[in-house]
């Protein structure tokens, strides 16, 4: 199946700071999905993203979809100790596998 | 139901034993997914029904693991000769389809003493 790359793997920010993760691959993908997972919590869908140079907002998240396909990433402007959890991209239509994973601290 | 249920929510075996964990889908979803996800870690897949096709077991870890699924509903994950590295939440998530969004149950969490 697709694989992709998430970055970073950690990131610490002070409340109201911006954060921003990203997915890589390496082969053209069909659609991306992101999800969140609260700690203690299981991955909760958030939102789908299909064509080229998609950009859809959610609040204060801001999901895009890169031109060639292969990359996407989530931008949260000015964090809330809410957002805590670990994000997790998913690549392509086929059986789901999952990014590592990137896991966000928010220090109030 | 209204979500994927998965049972039971904890479970802590002896070493060498077996356990069944067993996920109740979203009606009506023809795919399901088992996950491994030890403490901080991402998630590991495991194996992936798709209506009535055979699974896809690639990411069964070892001939320990099997999983069924009965009449495209419930599933269950047996785990034999349970090892400590088994020791990890076990995620169960159905979709209507292939590729579209998840739904995740809460997890079982198995510890092997």
């Known amino acids: 199946g697709q694989q992709v790359m998430q970055i970073p793997q950690y990131q610490h920010v002070q409340e109201g700071e911006d954060f921003t993760t990203y997915c890589n691959s390496s082969?053209?993908?069909?659609?991306i999905q992101w999800y969140k997972q609260r700690p203690g919590g299981h991955p909760v869908f958030l939102i789908q993203?299909?064509?080229?140079?998609e950009v859809k907002k959610q609040k204060r998240l801001t999901f895009q979809f890169g031109e060639a396909k292969k990359n996407s990433s989530l931008h949260i402007t000015a964090t809330q100790t809410t957002d805590v959890g670990t994000y997790f991209c998913?690549?392509?239509?086929?059986?789901?596998?999952f990014g590592k994973g990137t896991k966000l601290t928010v220090n109030p | 139901g209204a979500g994927v249920s998965q049972s039971p929510s904890n479970k802590v075996t002896e070493k060498g034993k077996d356990v069944e964990l067993r996920c109740d889908p979203i009606?009506?979803?023809?795919?399901l997914y088992w996950y491994r996800q030890s403490l901080g870690q991402g998630l590991e897949f495991l194996i992936y029904?798709?209506?009535?096709?055979?699974?896809?077991k690639s990411g069964l870890p070892s001939d320990r693991f099997s999983a069924e699924r009965t009449g495209g509903s419930v599933s269950t994950l047996t785990i034999q000769r349970t090892q400590q590295e088994d020791s990890a939440v076990y995620l169960c998530?159905?979709?209507?389809?292939?590729?579209?969004?998840?739904?995740f149950g809460q997890g079982t969490r198995l510890t092997v003493v």
């Open positions: 082969t053209t993908l069909s659609n």
């Open positions: 029904f798709q209506g009535n096709s055979a699974p896809d």
């Open positions: 009606s009506g979803h023809t795919a």
């Open positions: 993203l299909v064509k080229s140079g």
């Open positions: 998913k690549g392509g239509s086929e059986k789901l596998v």
């Open positions: 998530a159905s979709s209507r389809w292939t590729g579209e969004k998840a739904f």
